[in-house]
């Protein structure tokens, strides 16, 4: 199992480019979601996704925009990158809460480092 | 413990000894917690989990204690080792929808020899 894989682990960005980070993930989790993290701070939730073809707002979504259109992919698109972008972004999955006997914790990528100059 | 901004709090603990994390979390209908890890330039690593239904939870080396009337939820590391440094993380799934996840500030901890 590769888990969650996040692409690119780095990326520079000039402002006002639009760019696409990418997440996968191979174990059959229904949950997936996004999250940034700011220097000494924990992770606010930007988009999450309970299934394949749903997605809703979490605590800073603006300025990025989700897609689930399969099971295993949950791309975050930003649409015109601002330095107050810059940051470590995220990608989370789970299992539904209902699945009995599975390991409920959130599995995360490594992260993809984005920095808006 | 929580904080604000960019100063995390930091347990400095001496090798060997036991750790004790607090975490104080904020919405009352949130029915699961989970505490993670995360090493320098990398994600978080899921430690232990509990449900709202429970009070305890131990694993290898760790328990977790959940406080419900005070809203209060612990993380204990039993005999610290050097590799257990980096920042502790509790996170409350907020209780009105599976899939949305709200940490704390997080927590430094810096075991010393």
């Known amino acids: 199992n590769a888990g969650v894989t996040q692409t690119p682990k780095f990326q520079v960005l000039k402002t006002g480019q639009s760019m696409t980070l990418q997440c996968a993930q191979d174990m059959n989790h229904e949950y997936m979601s996004w999250y940034r993290q700011d220097p000494g701070m924990g992770l606010r939730l930007i988009h999450y996704?309970?299934?394949?073809?749903?997605?809703d707002q979490g605590e800073v979504p603006n300025g990025y925009n989700v897609s689930r259109s399969t099971t295993e992919d949950f791309p975050l698109r930003l649409l015109s990158a601002a330095p107050s972008q810059t940051s470590v972004y995220f990608c989370a999955s789970s299992y539904s809460k209902g699945d009995r006997g599975r390991n409920y914790g959130y599995t995360f990528g490594s992260g993809t480092r984005l920095t808006v100059v | 413990g929580e904080s604000v901004g960019l100063h995390l709090p930091t347990l400095s603990v001496q090798e060997g000894d036991n750790s004790i994390i607090n975490c104080a979390y904020s919405n009352s209908a949130s029915d699961y917690f989970i505490w993670y890890k995360q090493e320098s330039g990398k994600g978080p690593q899921f430690i232990i989990d509990?449900?709202?239904?429970?009070d305890k939870r131990q694993g290898q080396r760790v328990t977790v204690l959940l406080n419900k009337t005070v809203k209060h939820l612990s993380l204990q590391i039993a005999a610290t080792q050097p590799g257990d440094s980096a920042v502790y993380f509790c996170a409350e799934n907020m209780g009105d929808s599976w899939g949305k996840l709200q940490f704390g500030a997080g927590t430094q901890v810096v075991v010393t020899p």
């Open positions: 509990i449900r709202s239904n429970m």
């Open positions: 996704s309970v299934g394949a073809g749903i997605t």
